[in-house]
Structures are given as structure tokens and as C-alpha cells.
């Protein structure tokens, strides 16, 4: 089955570090970019940046640039997010999915695949 | 404040046909072809158009999408009780060189 596996919730205090992964079955990640994307508590979706797991490339939202670190293992098809020092305020829905991107005019950019989630709580 | 704009809330009764509707700039809509996706909290996101008007496998032909300048629009047809979500409008947007989402609509099927 072609799916994108989330762990379902953690919990942290401000200033700890945290890895939330997202493992793909049924594709291989090389093949595609991988996104992520934030939902915080009563707001909507919002992109945060995607990687190339073939080679590393990221690109990244102006709003998340420095404050997370994405990458990848190969060798267990998984991507990651990485925070080194939670806030508060990093409380919310973290998803992961497989992303089509083919650059235009017109660009055609969708996410075809989603993880169920991760709830990431921060307090203290 | 999301970059594209969508109306918070749409209702209907079952079926009827409801339209929401997405507005957003040149960099965005006004280039690049729209997407939207159906959202029940704390579940997956699920694509239910891509390219403004592609139905991926498995999408019934009761959604439909379309675009016209700088808006886009979702359409759905013969309103079932179950399609009551939060549905999502995203875009690609060459300022960011990446996706961006509308704020999104609550469909409540009354």
C-alpha cells in the first residue's frame, strides 16, 4: 500500500529538541519531493518547505527558514523534521506529503499524498 | 492572514450545489494552476482537484473545479451529508517559489 506513516502525537517542553518523522511504503522517496506543512490550533494549512530526497534540495517558506531542518535517510525511505529548540507557539499539526512539482509557466504543484499526522504539544 | 482568500464558511442542504470560491494574485492564481483538498481535523489531507480541473482516481465526478484570472472556484454537486469538511484552496506562487494555501472553508451540510 502507498502510504506516508506519521508517529501521532508528542509532547515537549519550550526549548527542548525534536525529530518527527514521516516513512514511505509502497514508493520510493528518491522519486519525489517531500513537503510539510503546518496547521496550528484553529487556523489552516501552511506550507513550510519541501525536500529532495534524491539530493538534498530544500526549498523553504520565508516564514520557517531557520527554524527547522529538514532531511532525509534513504536507507529506511524516511524523511524527518527537526526542531533544536521548541516554543510554544511550535504547537500544532505537523503533515507530510508526497508533492508533484513540474516548474512552468504555469507551474503544476500539488500534494497527491498525506500523512495522518503529527499533534506536537509544547509547554511547560 | 493566508494568501489566498476564501470565504469562511459555506452551507447547504443535501442535494443541492454549492460553489467556494478562491481569490489571489498574479504571482499565484493569476500564473499557476490551482489545487483543492478536503480536510477533517486530525485526519490525513485528502487532493480532490489538481491543475484546476483534474480529478484524481477515485474522486467522484460531483467535484468539480475551474479557473479565470486571479480566482478559482470549487464546485460540488448533489451535496451529500458526509461532504461536510474543511476544504482548502493552494496555489504555486513564483514570489515564494513554493505552495500556498487559502485559509479555508467550513461546508456544513445542514
Known amino acids: 500500500e502507498v502510504q506516508l506513516e506519521q508517529a501521532g502525537e508528542e509532547a515537549k517542553k519550550p526549548g527542548e529538541s525534536l525529530k518527527i518523522s514521516c516513512q514511505a511504503s509502497?514508493?520510493?522517496?528518491?522519486?519525489?519531493?517531500i513537503g510539510w506543512v503546518r496547521q496550528k490550533p484553529g487556523e489552516g494549512l501552511e506550507w513550510m518547505g519541501s525536500i529532495y530526497p534524491e539530493d538534498s534540495d530544500t526549498r523553504e517558506s520565508p516564514s520557517f527558514q531557520g527554524q527547522v531542518t529538514m532531511s532525509v535517510d534513504l536507507s529506511i525511505n524516511t524523511a524527518y523534521l527537526q526542531w533544536s529548540s521548541l516554543k510554544a507557539s511550535d504547537t500544532a499539526f505537523y503533515y507530510c506529503?508526497?508533492?508533484?512539482?513540474?516548474?512552468?509557466?504555469?507551474?503544476?504543484?500539488?500534494?497527491?499524498?498525506w500523512g495522518q499526522g503529527t499533534r506536537l504539544t509544547v509547554s511547560s | 492572514q493566508s494568501v489566498l482568500t476564501q470565504p469562511p464558511s459555506v452551507s447547504g442542504t443535501p442535494g443541492q450545489r454549492i460553489t467556494i470560491s478562491c481569490s489571489g494574485s498574479?504571482?499565484?492564481?493569476?500564473?499557476?494552476?490551482v489545487n483543492w483538498y478536503r480536510h477533517l481535523p486530525g485526519m490525513a489531507p485528502k487532493l480532490l482537484i489538481h491543475?484546476?480541473?483534474q480529478r484524481p482516481s477515485g474522486v467522484p465526478d460531483r467535484f468539480s473545479g475551474s479557473r479565470s484570472g486571479t480566482s478559482a472556484s470549487l464546485a460540488i454537486s448533489g451535496l451529500q451529508s458526509e461532504d461536510g469538511a474543511d476544504y482548502y484552496c493552494a496555489a504555486w506562487d513564483d514570489s515564494l517559489t513554493g505552495p500556498v494555501f487559502g485559509g479555508g472553508t467550513k461546508l456544513a451540510v445542514l
Open positions: 509502497g514508493f520510493t522517496l528518491t522519486d519525489f519531493w
Open positions: 498574479h504571482s499565484n492564481i493569476g500564473t499557476n494552476t
Open positions: 506529503a508526497r508533492e508533484i512539482v513540474e516548474l512552468g509557466p504555469p507551474a503544476l504543484n500539488w500534494f497527491d499524498l
Open positions: 491543475s484546476d480541473n
